[in-house]
């Protein structure tokens, strides 16, 4: 709170000589001049009154009998003004005059009479009392000004605060509120002042008696008293909850000041972000943390009451399709509407969750028997699996469901949902549009899953993985394009392991990433060996997992591998699949636009079994289309087929893009290919994967009379 400051600044102290005689004013000026302050003289009325209005005159001497303006007109005249109201005046005369004159002197303002000849010893000590008096009636008119000052500001801050502030007598009575305090709980400022503070108190444990509260106590010790979480009840029946501060105000005033801190905003905050924590913001169900803690509410019941529950793990079948092919917007539109229609198939109590992506929960409680989460999961596949219209496309959508009851399938959160998200696969793998219940020997897969998944890590640490190359032949030139990079792992001594089966296994668990890099960098050692004989126009393929693709470092990593074995980065090409690109189209343009100004060439691999291609394909920048070896396989037999792969080559042609074909095994899928311009093959006609040795003997020219071209190293 502002207070007053009395700040002494020297000033020099200014005496005003009035009288109409020249001689007189030159007398006084003698007589004054060796005092500590300044003599000023004039010689009328009406100069007097300009130097009060110039100077600040702290004492007049003024004569009383004055042509024109005499002296009780000009001393009149000064009271009359706030500038010079109570400036000290003392009449000087050579004439000594009536009571009445004097009386009329005194009545106009003058503070003596001072009669010539006079005294100049006395007259000094007149003028150095007067001076003296006027100095402390200045030092108390400024304290006046600045108490004032200080009022108005504390007021102002009082009023104008928006904490609610009360000042609290030693016998618990309110005696000041301001009107935020008042505003707060919906009365008045006059209403709050007299009555008692634990009127306005909902404290059902605080004692009755003031003097035994712990703000009594408090202040009668000399102590601050906080309460974090306090609620004052409301003029308009309700309570509000408050922090309160409870400190002495100055031992004379008997009084503490308690300043009330509203705190609905901060508890509804604290609501709102704890909902927003287990909330999809999508979908307004409940997100994975959301239900992982109502599972473990759930689980605390059923074990009291006995009763049956399920889990429904639930994945939407078709969705990344029309993601893909509609955008996220309508990708965002189909997951709202399924979860309202999962919500008319669930009871109240039941509990429906987005896990993320396209996958959604269901627990449903109180079962009779876990066979009732059978006739759920039907009634919900039949919701989804008809046609949906989104901005004014017709869509068609299924779901796969997979069902964990307890304690059957287990007795906690992580092993409900894992059998549950187990048996969705399974459902899955089954054809898809259809459910599944957890059994135990989903989870001897799984148990197999994670052994493989600990032989690839040993695989990784003892360097089992190996590379095979195919070639890739030019249809025009039969000219030997280049290699494509293919991995294989021998398991642990029990054969060749599928790619199909450990590649995914290795992007699930991200340890692609350590096997992608060693792919990278083993097969460009083997490039840089073969170009002096295969020659610098030598392609190398290699293809790159979704997780690889959005590493943040992959450039980087390219580049410097690039430099290490002193490669073009146009001997170097990647093989995405369209799914990789479609995942974030912005990001992917970004990353391609970068590859292209690295100078390393990106192909699209298996084109034509994604979704979407021709609509976003001219926004990146590509070098090549392969064709998928299924249309290539069936294209002699397939009319359709036929059109897709036609359609594809002349897209390619049409857009400047090299298409290769996949999957060549016959002469006369060859003899089609080039029939239609098509510009590359690989395939088992020509050979299979190479090894190392053999890759590097392959013939840069193929000899199409001699397929395919077994032993490579014969040539």
């Known amino acids: 709170m502002a207070r007053p400051q009395l700040k002494s600044e020297p000033r020099t102290r200014t005496l005003l000589v009035v009288d109409d005689r020249e001689a007189n004013l030159v007398a006084m000026e003698a007589l004054l001049g060796d005092g500590d302050w300044q003599v000023h003289t004039v010689n009328s009325g009406e100069a007097a009154l300009q130097a009060l209005l110039e100077l600040d ?23 009359g003004s706030p500038h010079t109201r109570y400036t000290p005046i003392i009449f000087v005369s050579a004439i000594a005059h009536t009571r009445d004159s004097v009386l ?51 007021a102002s801050v009082l009023n104008n605060a928006a904490e609610g502030i009360l000042v609290v007598g030693e016998d618990g009575i309110i005696s000041f509120a301001n009107p935020a305090i008042a505003q707060m709980l919906h009365t008045t400022v006059d209403a709050l002042k007299g009555t008692p503070l634990l009127a306005h108190l909902e404290a059902p444990e605080m004692p009755e008696a003031w003097r035994e509260t712990d703000f009594y106590l408090h202040w009668r010790s000399g102590a601050t008293y906080r309460v974090h979480e306090a609620q004052l009840r409301t003029g308009n029946g309700g309570s509000l909850p408050v922090a309160l501060s409870c ?50 509410s759930a689980l605390a019941r059923v074990d009291r009451n006995g009763k049956r529950m399920a889990i429904l793990y639930i994945d939407l079948d078709g969705f990344k399709r029309i993601n893909d092919s509609l955008g996220h917007e309508a990708g965002d539109a189909i997951l709202c509407k399924v979860a309202r229609l999962l919500e008319t198939c669930m009871r109240p109590y039941d509990i429906l969750a987005r896990m993320g992506g396209d996958e959604f929960t269901a627990l449903l409680d109180s079962l009779d028997h876990p066979e009732d989460a059978a006739k759920v999961a039907e009634k919900l596949i039949e919701l989804i699996s008809v046609r949906h219209s989104i901005e004014g496309t017709e869509v068609t959508l299924g779901a796969s469901i997979g069902i964990a009851s307890f304690p059957d399938c287990g007795q906690n959160v992580e092993d409900l949902l894992r059998s549950a998200d187990m048996a969705m696969y399974e459902a899955k793998r089954a054809g898809r549009q259809q459910f599944r219940f957890f059994s135990r020997e989903m989870n001897g897969r799984a148990h197999a899953r994670l052994i493989m998944e600990e032989n690839l890590r040993s695989a990784i640490d003892r360097n089992d993985f190996g590379l095979v190359y195919q070639p890739q032949i030019q249809l025009d030139t ?4 280049g290699f494509e990079a293919l991995l294989r792992w021998d398991g642990n001594g029990s054969g060749q392991v599928m790619p199909g089966v450990f590649i995914p296994l290795l992007e699930e668990t991200r340890l692609i990433n350590r096997v992608g890099e060693w792919v990278m960098r083993e097969s460009l050692s083997q490039c840089q060996e073969w170009l002096p004989r295969l020659g610098d126009d030598l392609v ?16 980087d990593t390219l580049s410097r591998l690039l430099d290490d074995y002193r490669l073009k980065p146009s001997q170097l090409e990647l093989e995405v699949t369209e799914g ?110 190479l090894s190392h040795e053999q890759a590097s003997r392959f013939p840069q020219q193929v000899d199409w009379s001699r397929l395919p071209v077994v032993g490579a190293g014969a040539h």
């Open 478 to 481: 039969g000219r030997l394009r």
């Open 580 to 689: 990789t690109l479609m995942q974030d189209l912005d990001l992917s343009c970004e990353k391609l636009s970068k590859l292209r100004k690295l100078g390393v060439r990106v192909a699209i691999d298996d084109f034509g079994t994604g979704y979407s291609s021709l609509a976003y394909l001219r926004h990146f920048e590509l070098d090549t289309l392969k064709i998928d070896r299924l249309f290539v396989s069936n294209m002699l037999d397939s009319p359709r087929d036929a059109a897709v792969v036609s359609t594809i080559i002349d897209l390619g042609r049409n857009l400047g893009l090299e298409v290769i074909a996949e999957g060549v095994e016959t002469m006369a899928q060859r003899d089609w290919l080039i029939a239609h311009d098509c510009h590359v093959m690989q395939g088992f006609l020509v050979a299979p994967g």
């Open 540 to 555: 190398l393929s290699i293809n790159v997992s979704p997780v690889q693709f959005a590493m943040a470092g992959l450039l």
């Open 104 to 154: 009329r002197g005194y009545a106009t303002g003058a503070v003596d009479f001072i009669l010539k000849p006079f005294d100049p010893q006395v007259l000094k000590h007149k003028i150095n009392t007067l001076l003296a008096h006027e100095h402390n009636r200045r030092d108390l008119q400024l304290l006046s000004q600045q108490l004032d000052s200080a009022r108005a500001f504390n």
């Open 247 to 296: 400190s002495p105000l100055p031992r004379q005033q008997r009084s503490m000041v308690v300043i009330a801190l509203d705190m609905s905003v901060v508890r509804n905050l604290h609501v709102q972000l704890e909902t927003q924590a287990v909330t999809d913001s999508l979908t307004g169900l409940l997100n994975r943390r959301g239900f992982h803690q109502a599972l473990d």
């Open 57 to 79: 005159v702290e004492l007049v001497l003024l004569d009383v009998q004055m042509p024109g303006m005499d002296g009780f007109e000009v001393a009149r005249l000064m009271r």
